[in-house]
Protein backbone atom coordinates (compact mmCIF):
# COMPACT_ATOMS: atom_id res chain seq x y z
CA UNK A 1 0.00 0.00 0.00
CA UNK A 2 1.92 3.14 -0.93
CA UNK A 3 2.68 6.17 1.37
CA UNK A 4 0.85 9.19 1.23
CA UNK A 5 2.75 12.26 2.02
CA UNK A 6 0.45 14.86 3.95
CA UNK A 7 1.46 18.06 3.46
CA UNK A 8 -0.01 20.54 5.95
CA UNK A 9 -0.27 24.76 4.35
CA UNK A 10 1.77 26.58 6.84
CA UNK A 11 0.98 30.87 6.38
CA UNK A 12 3.18 32.80 7.51
CA UNK A 13 2.60 36.76 8.15
CA UNK A 14 4.09 39.13 5.77
CA UNK A 15 7.02 40.90 7.38
CA UNK A 16 6.20 44.53 8.45
CA UNK A 17 7.41 47.08 6.12
CA UNK A 18 10.49 48.73 6.78
CA UNK A 19 10.84 52.43 7.44
CA UNK A 20 11.46 54.45 4.59
CA UNK A 21 15.57 55.89 4.73
CA UNK A 22 16.05 59.00 6.42
CA UNK A 23 17.32 61.21 3.87
CA UNK A 24 21.56 61.60 4.18
CA UNK A 25 22.89 64.46 6.13
CA UNK A 26 24.25 67.50 4.30
CA UNK A 27 28.09 66.64 4.11
CA UNK A 28 29.66 69.06 5.68
CA UNK A 29 32.62 70.92 3.56
CA UNK A 30 36.15 71.54 4.67
CA UNK A 31 36.41 74.91 6.34
CA UNK A 32 32.78 74.22 8.23
CA UNK A 33 34.21 70.82 9.40
CA UNK A 34 37.13 72.65 10.76
CA UNK A 35 35.27 75.28 12.39
CA UNK A 36 32.47 73.21 14.24
CA UNK A 37 35.88 70.88 15.58
CA UNK A 38 37.63 74.11 16.81
CA UNK A 39 33.77 75.09 18.48
CA UNK A 40 33.96 71.39 20.39
CA UNK A 41 37.21 71.89 21.44
CA UNK A 42 37.04 75.20 22.96
CA UNK A 43 33.56 74.37 24.10
CA UNK A 44 35.16 71.53 26.21
CA UNK A 45 37.84 74.13 27.61
CA UNK A 46 40.48 73.98 25.21
CA UNK A 47 42.22 76.95 23.61
CA UNK A 48 41.98 75.68 20.14
CA UNK A 49 43.26 78.01 17.31
CA UNK A 50 43.18 77.46 13.13
CA UNK A 51 46.69 77.44 11.61
CA UNK A 52 46.97 76.99 7.48
CA UNK A 53 43.30 75.24 7.87
CA UNK A 54 44.56 73.39 10.59
CA UNK A 55 43.25 73.24 14.23
CA UNK A 56 45.41 73.44 16.90
CA UNK A 57 45.44 73.10 20.42
CA UNK A 58 47.46 75.00 23.04
CA UNK A 59 48.11 73.63 26.37
CA UNK A 60 46.05 75.12 29.55
CA UNK A 61 47.18 78.54 30.59
CA UNK A 62 49.53 78.19 33.44
CA UNK A 63 49.10 79.63 36.89
CA UNK A 64 52.36 81.73 35.95
CA UNK A 65 51.06 82.84 32.38
CA UNK A 66 47.59 84.17 33.88
CA UNK A 67 49.16 86.69 36.68
CA UNK A 68 51.32 88.25 33.81
CA UNK A 69 47.78 88.74 32.01
CA UNK A 70 46.30 89.94 35.37
CA UNK A 71 49.26 92.75 35.76
CA UNK A 72 49.33 93.57 32.25
CA UNK A 73 45.12 94.00 32.99
CA UNK A 74 46.01 96.24 36.08
CA UNK A 75 48.36 98.36 34.17
CA UNK A 76 46.15 99.20 31.31
CA UNK A 77 42.99 99.64 32.71
CA UNK A 78 43.20 103.67 33.40
CA UNK A 79 43.56 103.97 29.72
CA UNK A 80 40.97 101.72 29.23
CA UNK A 81 38.45 103.24 31.64
CA UNK A 82 39.25 106.60 30.72
CA UNK A 83 38.36 105.72 26.42
CA UNK A 84 35.72 103.33 27.19
CA UNK A 85 38.02 100.24 25.72
CA UNK A 86 37.48 96.86 26.14
CA UNK A 87 39.68 94.13 27.58
CA UNK A 88 39.57 90.45 26.50
CA UNK A 89 41.05 87.65 26.84
CA UNK A 90 40.42 83.98 24.74
CA UNK A 91 38.51 86.26 22.14
CA UNK A 92 39.81 85.37 18.25
CA UNK A 93 41.63 87.07 15.91
CA UNK A 94 40.81 86.60 11.96
CA UNK A 95 43.91 85.65 10.09
CA UNK A 96 43.26 86.15 6.66
CA UNK A 97 43.14 85.12 3.81
CA UNK A 98 41.88 81.82 4.74
CA UNK A 99 39.62 80.99 7.68
CA UNK A 100 42.66 80.88 10.51
CA UNK A 101 42.29 82.59 13.60
CA UNK A 102 44.45 83.17 16.79
CA UNK A 103 43.26 83.44 20.50
CA UNK A 104 45.05 85.90 21.90
CA UNK A 105 46.18 85.83 25.48
CA UNK A 106 44.92 89.56 26.16
CA UNK A 107 43.24 91.69 23.92
CA UNK A 108 42.55 95.62 24.00
CA UNK A 109 40.05 96.81 21.47
CA UNK A 110 38.10 99.96 21.19
CA UNK A 111 34.11 99.94 22.26
CA UNK A 112 32.79 98.15 19.13
CA UNK A 113 35.36 96.63 17.27
CA UNK A 114 34.64 95.38 13.90
CA UNK A 115 34.11 91.68 14.21
CA UNK A 116 34.83 89.11 11.10
CA UNK A 117 31.59 86.62 12.38
CA UNK A 118 30.24 86.13 16.10
CA UNK A 119 33.46 84.32 17.18
CA UNK A 120 36.16 86.39 15.27
CA UNK A 121 37.36 90.26 15.45
CA UNK A 122 39.26 91.85 12.73
CA UNK A 123 43.04 92.20 13.45
CA UNK A 124 42.80 95.55 12.40
CA UNK A 125 40.13 96.55 14.30
CA UNK A 126 41.89 95.79 17.26
CA UNK A 127 44.62 98.13 19.84
CA UNK A 128 46.90 95.80 21.15
CA UNK A 129 47.32 91.96 21.36
CA UNK A 130 49.18 90.00 24.02
CA UNK A 131 50.73 86.43 24.52
CA UNK A 132 52.19 85.41 27.26
CA UNK A 133 54.89 82.61 26.14
CA UNK A 134 55.53 79.52 27.94
CA UNK A 135 58.16 76.45 27.12
CA UNK A 136 55.11 74.69 24.86
CA UNK A 137 54.04 77.98 22.98
CA UNK A 138 57.40 80.15 22.97
CA UNK A 139 58.30 79.42 18.98
CA UNK A 140 54.87 79.57 17.92
CA UNK A 141 54.25 83.04 19.44
CA UNK A 142 57.96 84.44 18.62
CA UNK A 143 58.20 83.28 15.05
CA UNK A 144 54.60 82.41 13.60
CA UNK A 145 52.39 84.98 15.34
CA UNK A 146 53.69 87.98 14.25
CA UNK A 147 53.05 86.87 10.96
CA UNK A 148 49.94 85.93 11.26
CA UNK A 149 49.23 89.23 12.96
CA UNK A 150 50.48 91.53 10.80
CA UNK A 151 49.16 89.67 8.11
CA UNK A 152 45.19 90.42 10.11
CA UNK A 153 46.84 94.24 10.11
CA UNK A 154 47.12 94.47 13.99
CA UNK A 155 48.43 97.55 15.13
CA UNK A 156 50.58 96.46 18.09
CA UNK A 157 51.62 92.82 19.08
CA UNK A 158 53.34 92.22 22.60
CA UNK A 159 55.17 89.22 23.78
CA UNK A 160 56.07 88.70 26.94
CA UNK A 161 58.60 86.30 27.70
CA UNK A 162 59.08 84.90 31.21
CA UNK A 163 60.93 81.88 29.70
CA UNK A 164 63.97 83.72 28.62
CA UNK A 165 66.78 84.90 31.27
CA UNK A 166 66.40 87.76 32.25
CA UNK A 167 62.67 87.83 31.11
CA UNK A 168 61.97 90.29 28.36
CA UNK A 169 59.33 92.21 26.80
CA UNK A 170 58.95 93.10 23.05
CA UNK A 171 56.44 94.97 21.31
CA UNK A 172 56.26 94.93 18.24
CA UNK A 173 54.60 97.66 15.50
CA UNK A 174 53.61 99.09 12.29
CA UNK A 175 52.36 96.20 10.17
CA UNK A 176 53.68 95.36 7.04
CA UNK A 177 50.82 96.03 4.30
CA UNK A 178 51.05 93.58 1.83
CA UNK A 179 52.60 90.50 3.34
CA UNK A 180 51.97 87.33 1.79
CA UNK A 181 51.67 83.58 4.05
CA UNK A 182 55.01 82.52 2.91
CA UNK A 183 56.57 86.13 3.14
CA UNK A 184 60.24 85.90 4.63
CA UNK A 185 60.38 89.57 5.41
CA UNK A 186 60.36 90.58 9.10
CA UNK A 187 55.74 91.25 9.72
CA UNK A 188 56.57 94.10 11.91
CA UNK A 189 58.47 97.55 11.15
CA UNK A 190 59.44 98.33 14.21
CA UNK A 191 60.57 95.56 17.14
CA UNK A 192 61.39 97.21 20.81
CA UNK A 193 62.89 95.10 23.22
CA UNK A 194 63.48 95.23 26.73
CA UNK A 195 64.30 93.50 29.81
CA UNK A 196 62.35 93.13 32.96
CA UNK A 197 62.88 95.96 35.28
CA UNK A 198 62.42 98.71 32.30
CA UNK A 199 60.32 100.48 31.41
CA UNK A 200 58.29 100.15 27.88
CA UNK A 201 56.21 102.84 26.72
CA UNK A 202 53.53 101.94 24.65
CA UNK A 203 52.80 104.53 21.50
CA UNK A 204 49.58 106.53 20.91
CA UNK A 205 46.41 105.70 21.61
CA UNK A 206 47.69 104.61 24.63
CA UNK A 207 50.58 106.89 25.34
CA UNK A 208 51.53 105.06 28.56
CA UNK A 209 54.68 103.42 29.76
CA UNK A 210 54.42 100.38 31.61
CA UNK A 211 56.51 99.10 34.39
CA UNK A 212 58.11 95.70 33.31
CA UNK A 213 59.22 94.90 36.96
CA UNK A 214 55.35 95.05 37.79
CA UNK A 215 54.37 92.24 34.98
CA UNK A 216 56.76 89.63 36.42
CA UNK A 217 56.26 89.96 39.92
Known amino acids: MPLVE ?3 RVTHPAPAPLPPPEPPEEPLDAEAEIQRLCLELNDAGYTAEISWGRVVVSPWT ?3 SADVV ?3 VDMLFPVKRANGW ?3 QNVAVHI ?3 LDHRIPDLTVTPRHPERHDDMRLHGYGTLLVVEVCSPG ?3 VDWYEKPMDYARAGVPLYLVVDPVTAPP ?3 LMSGPVGDLAMDDERQPYQEVVTVEAGQPLELPEPFGVKLDTSLIFD
Open 6 to 8: HRR
Open 62 to 64: SIS
Open 70 to 72: ESL
Open 86 to 88: RIH
Open 96 to 98: PPL
Open 137 to 139: TRT
Open 168 to 170: TVT
